[in-house]
T-cell receptor
Framework: DAGVIQSPRHEVTEMGQEVTLRCKPI?????LFWYRQTMMRGLELLIY????????DSGMPEDRFSAKMPNASFSTLKIQPSEPRDSAVYFC????????????FGQGTRLTVV | KQEVTQIPAALSVPEGENLVLNCSFT??????LQWFRQDPGKGLTSLLL?????REQTSGRLNASLDKSSGRSTLYIAASQPGDSATYLC?????????????FGEGTQLTVNP
């Protein structure tokens, strides 16, 4: 398996533009997590899906952020409109939904909003 | 709310030393604890996964222990090498009552000097 695949790897956009980050989890994994990493705040959980259903979105910073998981093999995280403070590395992770399963991370998307 | 703390924040050692990284968590209702390694500008690589019922796991020069009742885990690295230089993160997987989220510590930045 190729692991968790994220795209794009790097994104530079202007303030106010819409940004869409994409994630393909490992085949057969039913849980999917979106994290944001910054120097100031470390790794923050944004949202967590189980069987394509959002279970916990309490970490989504504000209404400008939205996430979807239309099927078991694809998820998106959208920021509209983007702001410079959204600049960070966004990670997607997946795991089997059984209890105590190991989580695997993608390589991340480095987002820069100028 | 689960809180995960890692001590020390940074560590610099000469090559060949054995070292211990510490992780503590506030809510003992966990499914597992996972140690990750992150190289600069890269994603997270899973090193060891300890289930809540286990006391330790070993992989090569790495040994991780878990004392769930006291909310502590340690990562022991034997005979450290310059290639071990990275940031080490611990994460706990909460039980279903706490949303099964994966909560991370801030990490320990390790430098092994040749």
């Amino acid at each position: 398996d190729a692991g968790v695949i994220q795209s794009p790897r790097h994104e530079v956009t202007e303030m106010g533009q819409e940004v869409t980050l994409r994630c393909k989890p490992i085949s057969g994994h039913n849980s999917l997590f979106w994290y944001r990493q910054t120097m100031m705040r470390g790794l923050e959980l944004l949202i967590y899906f189980n069987n394509n259903v959002p279970i916990d979105d309490s970490g989504m910073p504000e209404d400008r952020f939205s996430a979807k998981m239309p099927n078991a093999s694809f998820s998106t995280l959208k920021i509209q409109p983007s702001e410079p403070r959204d600049s960070a590395v966004y990670f997607c992770a997946s795991s089997p939904s059984r209890r105590a399963a190991e989580a695997f991370f993608g390589q991340g998307t480095r987002l820069t909003v100028v | 709310k689960q809180e995960v703390t890692q001590i020390p924040a940074a560590l610099s050692v000469p090559e060949g030393e054995n070292l211990v990284l510490n992780c503590s968590f506030t809510d003992s209702a966990i499914y597992n604890l996972q140690w990750f390694r992150q190289d600069p500008g890269k994603g997270l690589t899973s090193l060891l996964l300890i289930q809540s019922s286990q006391r330790e796991q070993t992989s090569g020069r790495l040994n991780a222990s878990l004392d769930k009742s006291s909310g502590r885990s340690t990562l022991y690295i034997a005979a450290s090498q310059p290639g071990d230089s990275a940031t080490y993160l611990c994460a706990v997987r909460g039980s279903e009552t706490s949303g099964s989220r994966l909560t991370f510590g801030e990490g320990t930045q390790l430098t092994v000097n040749p």
